[in-house]
């Protein structure tokens, strides 16, 4: 029974910073490469970064590169993402999952609790 619970959103100005949390269960963490997606209103899952099993160097989709760093800790099954100099466009629901996907394809993939990030004036 997979958990993907993730928490740390809220209302940002352009150029402010938060740390979202992610915490999983219901399978092994340290088996699978993690990852952050967003959606905006009206859109579908846009991947935003991964990190592979042992950690270390998180990738990232070009619109957040330089901006946002992913993270993991294996003792408490819970990916980071800290994003800094936040714009705008990044207003979405941040969501984390275990597995990968891109346009449609993510229909098929179980979402869990996501957490809204907001960034306005």
């Known amino acids: 029974d997979v958990q993907l619970q993730a928490s740390g959103g809220g209302e940002v100005q352009p150029g402010g910073s938060l740390r979202l949390s992610c915490a999983a269960s219901g399978f092994t963490f340290s088996d699978y490469t993690m990852s952050w997606f967003r959606q905006a209103p009206g859109e579908g899952p846009e991947w935003v970064s991964s990190i592979a099993r042992a950690g270390g160097a998180g990738i990232y989709a070009d619109s957040v590169k330089g901006r946002f760093t992913i993270s993991r800790d294996s003792a408490k099954s819970t990916v980071y993402l800290q994003m800094n100099n936040l714009k705008p466009e990044d207003t979405a629901v941040y969501y984390c999952?275990?597995?990968?996907?891109?346009?449609?394809?993510?229909?098929?993939?179980?979402w869990g609790q996501g957490t809204q990030v907001t960034v306005s004036s």
């Open positions: 999952n275990e597995n990968f996907c891109s346009g449609n394809d993510c229909d098929r993939l179980y």
